[in-house]
C-alpha cells in the first residue's frame, strides 16, 4: 500500500475528508487501479452530501474488482442515501454471496427494510447479523429500531443501554438513542443524545434533523404531530393507505352531505380543515420550521435550504389564510375561496423539495413555480374584472396539478 494510500484511509478515520481525497487522488496518479482509493473518494464523497460523486467513484471501484463484498456494501450505503431501496437491497444480497459471514452486510440490509417501514423483515436480518456478531453497531441499532416501531420499547431500551455500554463514543448509537427516546415521548433525553452525537460527528445529517424534531416536539401540535408520523410508520403500508383513503372519503361524504343540505359555508369550513390537516401532514416539518428561524439556536442548525423552504412556505401560508379570510368576509369575494385553497396547497411540492436531490428538487420547485403563476394570474384577473372562466381555468389548472403531485409524486420522484 503506497504512503498516499495509507495517508488517504488515516485522514478518512479522523473525519478530513477534502484532505482524505485528495490524498486518495495523489494515490490514484500512481496507480490507477487503486480500489481502495476509489472506496476512500466514494466515502469521503458520501461524507460530504455527495452523493453523485460517491456512486461515480465506488462503480469505477466495482468495474476493478467486480468480486468484492467491500465494493458491493459501500455502494448499498449510497443507494440508501439515494432512497434507491430495492438497489440497496441487490447490492446487499451480492455482498452476502460473496461473504455470508459479515455482520455488517446484514446490517445495511436491515436498514434498507426500515427505510420502506417494513420492521419485521428489519429485526430479521439485524438478528442473522448479531447471531454473527454480538457487537456489530450497525446491527444493534437497527435491531433498536425495529423493536420501537414493534412496540416492543422494554426491549428496545435494553438495546440501546447494551450498545452505549460497549461503545459510548459512538455518534450512531447516541443518535439512534435520541430518536428512540424521542419516539417514547422524553424529549430532553432525546435532545441530549442528539447533541452528543452532533458533537462527536458535526455533519451527522441523521442526528441533525432528530435534534431539529426535538427542538420542534416543544409545541404541543408539533409533538401530536410527530406522533401521528411514528404511528403511521409502524403500520404496515397496507393499513397507511387505508387509513388515508377512509379520511378523505369520510371528508368527501360530510362536505358533499353539508352541500346538498345548502350549508355551503360549513361545507367551506370542513374543507379548509381538511386542507390545514393534510398540510400539517405533508408540510408540518417546514411549517414549524419556521419557528425555528425565530430562535437563535434554531437557526444554527437549520441548513440553508431549510431556511428558504421554510420561508417559501410561510409566504404561501400567509397568503392562502388571508385569502381564506377574504372570502368569507364578503359574497363578492367568494371565488377566491379556491384560489386560497390553491395557495395553501403550494406548501405540498414546497415542502417536500427539502427531501429531494438534483433534478428532482429542480422539477419541483419548477411545479411549484409554475402553480403560483397560475394562481397569481388568476387573483389578478379576478380583481381586474376578467370572464369568471377565464380565472377559474388557470387556478383549476394549477390546483389539479397540486392534488395529482400529492397522489404521485412521492412515489415517482424517490425512484
Given amino acids: 500500500m503506497s504512503d498516499s494510500l495509507n495517508r488517504a484511509w488515516a485522514l478518512l478515520n479522523i473525519r478530513r475528508f477534502k484532505e482524505a481525497q485528495q490524498a486518495a487522488q495523489e494515490a490514484l496518479a500512481t496507480n490507477p487501479d487503486s480500489v481502495g482509493a476509489h472506496l476512500i473518494i466514494a466515502q469521503a464523497a458520501l461524507n460530504q452530501d455527495q452523493p453523485r460523486e460517491a456512486l461515480e467513484a465506488v462503480n469505477r471501484a466495482i468495474s476493478l474488482e467486480p468480486n468484492s463484498p467491500l465494493c458491493y456494501i459501500a455502494r448499498a450505503r449510497i443507494y440508501l442515501t439515494l432512497n434507491k431501496h430495492k438497489l440497496a437491497r441487490t447490492d446487499c444480497e451480492q455482498a452476502l454471496e460473496l461473504d455470508p459471514h459479515d455482520a455488517d452486510i446484514f446490517g445495511v440490509l436491515a436498514w434498507t427494510y426500515a427505510a420502506e417501514g417494513r420492521w419485521r423483515e428489519t429485526l430479521e436480518q439485524a438478528e442473522h447479523g448479531l447471531a454473527l456478531d454480538p457487537d456489530e453497531s450497525n446491527c444493534i441499532n437497527a435491531r433498536t429500531r425495529a423493536l420501537m416501531f414493534l412496540k416492543q420499547n422494554e426491549r428496545a ?22 430518536w428512540a427516546k424521542l419516539q417514547a415521548g422524553q424529549r430532553e433525553a432525546a435532545l441530549d443524545h442528539f447533541t452528543e452525537a452532533l458533537r462527536r460527528e458535526p455533519h451527522f445529517e441523521y442526528a441533525r434533523q432528530g435534534l431539529i424534531s426535538a427542538m420542534k416536539a416543544k409545541s404541543p401540535i408539533y409533538g401530536a404531530l410527530l406522533s401521528y408520523s411514528f404511528f403511521m410508520t409502524s403500520l404496515p403500508q397496507g393499513k397507511r393507505i387505508a387509513i388515508i383513503l377512509g379520511g378523505f372519503i369520510g371528508y368527501q361524504i360530510i362536505v358533499r352531505s353539508l352541500e346538498a343540505s345548502g350549508h355551503f359555508l360549513l361545507a367551506g369550513i370542513v374543507m379548509a380543515i381538511w386542507v390545514a390537516l393534510v398540510l400539517l401532514t405533508w408540510a408540518g416539518d417546514a411549517i414549524f420550521n419556521l419557528l425555528l428561524l425565530l430562535n437563535k439556536r434554531g437557526r444554527m442548525i437549520l441548513s440553508t435550504q431549510q431556511k428558504w423552504i421554510s420561508t417559501g412556505v410561510g409566504a404561501v401560508l400567509t397568503i392562502g389564510f388571508t385569502g381564506l379570510g377574504l372570502s368569507f368576509s364578503s359574497p363578492d369575494l367568494s371565488p377566491l375561496f379556491m384560489t386560497a385553497i390553491g395557495f395553501l396547497l403550494l406548501c405540498l411540492p414546497l415542502a417536500y423539495a427539502g427531501q429531494l436531490r438534483g433534478r428532482n428538487f429542480k422539477l419541483t420547485l419548477g411545479l411549484a413555480a409554475g402553480c403560483t403563476v397560475a394562481l397569481v394570474a388568476s ?8 370572464e369568471p372562466e377565464k380565472t377559474g381555468n388557470l387556478r383549476d389548472l394549477a390546483i389539479y396539478a397540486l392534488v395529482i403531485f400529492s397522489w404521485v409524486g412521492p412515489s415517482a420522484l424517490k425512484r
Avoid: C, K, M, V
Avoid at 431500551?157 to 435520541?178: C, K, M, V, W
Avoid at 387573483?379 to 376578467?386: E, P
Fill in 157 to 178: 431500551f435494553q438495546s440501546i443501554d447494551s450498545a452505549l455500554a460497549r461503545d459510548p463514543e459512538d455518534a450512531y448509537t447516541h443518535a439512534n438513542a435520541g
Fill in 379 to 386: 387573483a389578478i384577473l379576478f380583481f381586474t374584472g376578467a
